[in-house]
C-alpha cells in the first residue's frame, strides 16, 4: 500500500499535517521533518503561540489577538 502524506498551510504557517487527507500532498521524507518539529515545539510565554513556518520550518512566535471583555448582560 503507498503511503500519502499531507500538510494544511494557511499565510504561509504549517496548521496540521496529516497522513489520510489535506491540502497538499507532500513526501515521507518532509512529513517526518514537519513531524519531528512538532514534537519539539517550544515553551511560549503566555498570550503568545508558536507557529511553524512553511519552507524553513522555523517557529515563528506570534501574539495572540486580546480576549474580548466579557459582557455583563450575557450572565443575566
Do not use: H
Amino acid at each position: 500500500m503507498i503511503m500519502k502524506y499531507y500538510k494544511n498551510v494557511v499565510d504561509g504557517f504549517i496548521l496540521s499535517i496529516s497522513r489520510t487527507y489535506g491540502i497538499t500532498r507532500i513526501k515521507a521524507d518532509e512529513y517526518n521533518a514537519i513531524l519531528s518539529k512538532i514534537s519539539a515545539i517550544p515553551d511560549t510565554p503566555e498570550g503568545y503561540q508558536c507557529l511553524l513556518v512553511d519552507g524553513t520550518l522555523e517557529w515563528e512566535l506570534v501574539e495572540l489577538p486580546p480576549e474580548p471583555a466579557p459582557d455583563p448582560e450575557e450572565n443575566i
